[in-house]
């Protein structure tokens, strides 16, 4: 099962990184980058049955850190939707508002 | 084919069916949705690959705190309806999607330089012996204690600028 399961977390993050070059909605963009982290994660849970412990450790980190990501950068579109009232990351032109 | 190579390919192909969904559905509330649907499926392939504690975790973690916080978030930012569609043209669909295909082949290319058969199945063998929290539990705190450490500041850290972030100016 170890490469169909590589191959799965592949195509799992291609759909991701072409879900964040065509969407538009920065909401769908961060969900796209969600799909990535997963996908890396099942590549680790996958390759960690017979490299030992270890990947299934490292998964637990990079939950950790996607759920701080998800909190900032939720809270960062927040504040930007104050300012600019849309979501489409066209009108996102400048670092100061 | 045996059971858990059925149930596999069950998950696997709901995954990918939904992901597609996800990045192609106009409302953000749908894609939030089918994002929610791949996770549970991810769920199910970690269970079948010896991970049964990151398989509740990813339920929790992802599918409880994350995509509520993606739920809420859209909901407060009143994004659930008149939706304009924000798929961009389609010459962008075409450069997307062959850059896709060009990532999705050096992938496969360099995944496959996996050799094919495991030699030993170290992890059913370790979990039997210690059960499925305590296998993880374990090595975590013994070798990686600085590691966890540096995780919970960074928790810390996230929620206290995720509060100053979102905090409306006075």
Same mark, same amino acid.
């Given at each position: 099962?170890?490469?169909?399961?590589?191959?799965?977390?592949?195509?799992?993050?291609?759909?991701?990184?072409?879900?964040?070059?065509?969407?538009?909605?920065?909401?769908?963009?961060?969900?796209?980058?969600?799909?990535?982290?997963?996908?890396?994660?099942?590549?680790?849970?996958?390759?960690?049955?017979?490299?030992?412990?270890?990947?299934?450790?490292?998964?637990?980190?990079?939950?950790?850190?996607?759920?701080?990501?998800?909190?900032?950068?939720?809270?960062?579109?927040?504040?930007?939707?104050?300012?600019?009232?849309?979501?489409?990351?066209?009108?996102?032109?400048?670092?100061?508002? | 084919?045996? /059971?858990?190579?059925?149930?596999?390919?069950?998950?696997?192909? !709901?995954?990918? %069916?939904?992901?597609?969904?996800?990045?192609?559905?106009?409302?953000?509330?749908?894609? %939030?949705?089918?994002?929610?649907?791949? !996770?549970?499926?991810?769920?199910?392939?970690?269970?079948?690959?010896?991970?049964?504690?990151?398989?509740? !975790?990813?339920?929790?973690?992802?599918?409880? %705190?994350? /995509?509520? /916080?993606?739920?809420?978030?859209?909901?407060?930012?009143?994004?659930?309806?008149?939706?304009?569609?924000?798929?961009?043209? !389609?010459? #962008?669909?075409?450069?997307?999607?062959?850059?896709?295909?060009?990532?999705?082949? +050096?992938?496969?290319? %360099?995944?496959?330089?996996?050799? #094919?058969?495991?030699?030993?199945?170290?992890?059913?063998?370790?979990?039997?012996?210690?059960?499925?929290?305590?296998?993880?539990?374990?090595?975590?705190?013994?070798?990686?204690?600085?590691?966890? +450490?540096? #995780?919970?500041?960074?928790?810390?850290? #996230?929620?206290?600028? $995720?509060?100053? /972030? $979102?905090?409306?100016?006075?």
């Amino acid at each position: 099962m170890l490469q169909e399961s590589l191959a799965l977390s592949g195509i799992l993050f291609s759909i991701g990184v072409v879900g964040v070059l065509l969407r538009r909605n920065v909401i769908v963009i961060f969900m796209s980058i969600e799909l990535m982290l997963n996908a890396v994660n099942l590549t680790f849970v996958a390759l960690s049955r017979s490299a030992g412990i270890e990947g299934q450790l490292f998964v637990i980190f990079v939950m950790t850190v996607a759920a701080a990501e998800a909190a900032i950068g939720l809270a960062i579109i927040i504040s930007i939707f104050r300012h600019y009232e849309s979501v489409d990351i066209r009108k996102f032109r400048l670092l100061r508002w | 084919m045996d /059971l858990s190579q059925l149930v596999f390919y069950l998950c696997a192909g !709901l995954a990918v %069916a939904s992901s597609v969904l996800m990045i192609t559905r106009k409302n953000p509330v749908y894609s %939030a949705m089918f994002l929610v649907l791949t !996770l549970f499926s991810l769920a199910a392939i970690y269970v079948l690959l010896n991970a049964h504690f990151l398989a509740a !975790l990813q339920v929790l973690v992802y599918a409880g %705190a994350i /995509l509520v /916080l993606f739920l809420f978030v859209i909901m407060l930012l009143n994004l659930g309806h008149d939706v304009e569609p924000d798929v961009r043209p !389609l010459i #962008a669909w075409v450069f997307g999607g062959g850059l896709g295909l060009v990532l999705l082949a +050096e992938l496969v290319v %360099a995944l496959r330089t996996v050799e #094919a058969t495991p030699g030993v199945d170290l992890l059913s063998v370790w979990f039997q012996e210690k059960g499925a929290v305590a296998g993880v539990a374990e090595p975590l705190f013994r070798t990686q204690l600085i590691a966890v +450490e540096v #995780a919970g500041l960074l928790l810390l850290v #996230a929620m206290v600028g $995720a509060v100053v /972030l $979102a905090k409306r100016k006075s």
